[in-house]
């Protein structure tokens, strides 16, 4: 009767093109799920380095860049189910013998948390570790305030902009450990790679990584 009442008060809409959702669409609506631009296949996945391979189930254009900002900046942190749901799909079609330690993810430093009250990564990693039976396992901390990566044009400023953003946590327990990093979007795979490369100095095995959308071809 709560989510009925929810629902009447504040309709579900769509999370990519925020349209209402009919009767019987669930999370998406019809449409989205035939026109969204999937990345389907080899086409999702990309080799990054310190990356063991990451996959992506849409490309970051048409309705999905309106998605990921109300997500991040919009308050709109229920689109996690959504969004999890298929990244977590796109993990099962694309590495189904990976036998996976935990789930984790690049966090938000302090100051960006408290502005946006929400860790929009931290979310799609707990909805992904659900979907896919697996533990949450924070692991990293962001120890420096750098600019949003999505500020920064060229590749190289991109790369300078992480280094020395993120150590490993003191209690987590990495070695041997075979870890899935989820994040929103990837475009050069510099915040990923980075927080590879400290996983694995710090004792991981190996580091796999899903986004929701990749921005390059």
């Known amino acids: 009767m709560l989510n009925k009442l929810l629902d009447l008060l504040f309709p579900p809409k769509c999370p990519f093109c925020h ?14 799920q ?5 990345s389907a296949g080899i086409h999702g996945e990309q080799s990054l380095e310190f990356l063991a391979g990451c996959v992506s189930p849409l490309y970051y254009r048409d309705a999905v860049p ?10 709109r942190p229920a689109y996690s189910k959504a969004f999890g749901l298929l990244m977590a799909q796109a ?8 036998v996976f330690d935990g789930v984790t993810w690049p966090p938000l430093s302090k100051k ?39 500020l920064q044009d060229q590749d190289a400023f991109r790369r300078a902009n992480v280094l020395g953003a993120y150590q490993v946590l003191d209690d987590a327990d ?3 450990k075979v870890l899935l990093l989820c994040d929103d979007v990837v475009t050069t795979g510099s915040t990923l790679g980075e927080c590879a490369r400290i996983l694995r100095t710090a004792g991981a095995d190996k580091v796999y990584a899903v986004t929701l959308a990749r921005a390059r071809n």
Request: net charge positive.
């Open 112 to 150: 960006r948390l408290k502005k946006r009250g929400y860790d929009q990564a931290r979310l799609l990693a707990e909805e992904v570790a659900d979907r896919l039976c697996l533990p949450l396992q924070p692991t990293l901390v962001k120890v420096r305030h750098n600019p949003a990566q999505a």
């Open 19 to 32: 349209r209402l959702l009919k009767e019987g669409e669930a999370l998406f609506c019809s449409r989205c």
């Open 66 to 75: 309106d998605g990921v900002h109300r997500f991040k900046f919009g308050n």
């Open 91 to 98: 993990v099962r079609d694309t590495w189904p013998d990976v």
């Open 174 to 176: 990495l070695a041997g």
């Open 34 to 38: 035939r026109e969204l631009p999937w």
